[in-house]
């Protein structure tokens, strides 16, 4: 019986970590766009 | 809005796929001794580039990039471009006959060290310093020149090449680099130098026959995958060789200037993408006893291949879906531009930006392969002595040992880090450049380069990511 292919993933929460700031700057970058887009829309009007 | 929340997730969750738990080691030696913990440089990295965006965004208005002037610094003599020619045909022939007439020990012949080091590796370190050097001493090229020339000398004159077809583009160039890093990282038999002899005598062979039928410089160009390979990376550097004349420019001056013919996205997402599998081989979640690999590996094993086989299969998938995944991470960056103004679509768009890519593909190969550079390159001063591994001494060096204290692991660990940073700090560099003449509003160009720092923290992530899972 093989184990699954994640299981060595160990200390997974660690690479969580890497990830974090791109999560987080994705998320704000999406914000402000979208507060952006709305100016935007607003400034048409 | 739909498509850009999916564009969004996507991009969090290529950059958390891509993200393992150990990665390359290339001759790392030492154990690092680092004042803060590996994660806290991603964070610090990405507080960079952001930084580098609104600096960029409120200092950058209008495009410096796209038309730079070159000043001429030196003019040199055509017998030196016969010289670098000769070198270049003389190193080839030098490591075809190592690579039959030697040692089949991988480190006691030159060839290996020849082609995974000297070729592979440092000549893009080179290339970012003094322009495009492979040009000059491409053998293939050179050959093919020379036969041209006594040719033209004789009195008969080579029959008029054919056109190189606009649709082939750079795919046999992305499909050369893709081959490459197949041998390197998934052929079991990669160190083996009579095999590699044959490789390096099959590829030059392809390069004289597409030459022969496209005509040199076109063929050059387009499709010889090493020049093309090498050429990108020399659009970065201030020093421009064009016509036996040197020229001065910004740094980054002439990656712009790239024309972004059909397979020119995809070269560059092979050359991030096996660059970055190269990292995932060696770490735990890929190589490990309960890793992904010897899992795969199994499977292949249990319908009837032969274990050899199997392994060979399961390397193709991973680097297959890297590259898969680097072009996915890239490709939602470029929607996600896309949403922002009117009249542009996102092949264009992919197009139009991919000069972008190349400071990041330099910074990988940079970071990934200085510690192999950095120690097995000294290999060079025995190996030169001793090409065969049959206990010659040339130049008398061959006594010579590699210094495992030249650089630590701190040292390579800041120079990996510096190099990601700086190079996606010059890819945001040459978007934002790139943005400002594709929108017609600085608004405009500056929202539509969101996605592009999100692209370039989560490649930055990654890299970081996969060295660190290297390091432990």
Redo the contacts between chains.
């Keep these: 019986m093989?184990?699954?292919?994640?299981?060595?993933?160990?200390?997974?929460y660690?690479?969580l970590?890497?990830?974090?700031?791109?999560?987080?700057?994705?998320?704000v970058?999406?914000v402000?766009?979208?507060r952006?887009r709305r100016r935007?829309e607003a400034d048409e009007e | 809005m739909r498509r850009r929340l999916l564009a969004a997730a996507a991009l969090a969750l290529g950059a958390a796929l891509l993200v393992p738990g150990t990665a390359l080691a290339h001759g790392l030696v030492g154990k690092q001794d680092l004042p803060i913990p590996r994660w806290l440089f991603a964070w610090a990295a990405a507080v960079v580039l952001v930084v580098s965006f609104v600096a960029l965004a409120t200092l950058w208005p209008r495009p410096r990039l796209e038309r730079v002037e070159e000043r001429p610094v030196l003019k040199v003599p055509a017998v030196l471009e016969v010289v670098c020619g000769a070198i270049g045909i003389g190193a080839f022939v030098a490591v075809v006959w190592a690579g039959f007439a030697g040692s089949q020990t991988a480190t006691a012949n030159l060839a290996p060290t020849m082609i995974y080091v000297v070729f592979w590796v440092a000549i893009p370190f080179a290339t970012l310093l003094l322009g495009d050097v492979f040009a000059a001493f491409n053998p293939w090229r050179a050959a093919a020149r020379g036969v041209s020339w006594v040719f033209s000398r004789a009195g008969g004159g080579t029959p008029t090449p054919l056109a190189y077809p606009t649709w082939l583009g750079r795919w046999p160039a992305a499909l050369g680099i893709l081959a490459f890093a197949w041998v390197e990282l998934v052929y079991v038999n990669r160190d083996d130098p009579s095999t590699l002899a044959i490789l390096v005598l099959l590829y030059a062979a392809v390069q004289l026959v597409g030459m022969s039928l496209y005509g040199i410089e076109p063929w050059t160009r387009n499709a010889d995958a090493f020049s093309v390979y090498f050429r990108l990376f020399s659009m970065l550097s201030p020093l421009h060789w064009r016509a036996r004349e040197l020229y001065l420019r910004p740094p980054l001056g002439g990656a712009p200037r790239l024309d972004p013919v059909t397979g020119t996205v995809a070269l560059l997402c092979v050359m991030i993408g096996t660059v970055s599998f190269d990292g995932l081989s060696q770490g735990q979640l890929w190589t490990g006893t309960d890793g992904i690999a010897p899992h795969l590996q199994q499977r292949f094993i249990n319908v009837g291949f032969s274990a050899e086989t199997a392994l060979e299969i399961t390397f193709t998938i991973g680097l297959l879906v890297m590259v898969g995944l680097v072009s996915g991470v890239y490709r939602l960056g470029v929607v996600g531009m896309q949403s922002v103004g009117r009249g542009h679509d996102v092949t264009e768009l992919s197009r139009r930006f991919v000069h972008s890519l190349i400071p990041i593909a330099l910074a990988y190969v940079i970071a990934h392969y200085f510690s192999l550079l950095t120690y097995q390159g000294q290999a060079m001063a025995f190996l030169v002595s001793d090409p065969l591994g049959d206990g010659s001494d040339i130049f008398g060096t061959a006594t010579a040992t590699i210094d495992y204290n030249l650089v630590g692991a701190n040292g390579v660990w800041y120079v990996q880090v510096f190099a990601l940073v700086l190079g996606h700090a010059c890819g945001l560099t040459l978007a934002h450049d790139r943005a400002l003449v594709v929108y017609s509003r600085v608004r405009e160009a500056t929202r539509s380069q969101y996605w592009m720092l999100a692209v370039m923290v989560g490649f930055t992530s990654l890299g970081l990511w996969l060295l660190s899972a290297a390091a432990q």
């Design positions: 093989t184990a699954p292919p994640l299981a060595h993933l160990g200390h997974w660690h690479s970590l890497y990830l974090a700031p791109v999560v987080i700057v994705v998320v970058l999406w402000q766009e979208r952006e935007g």
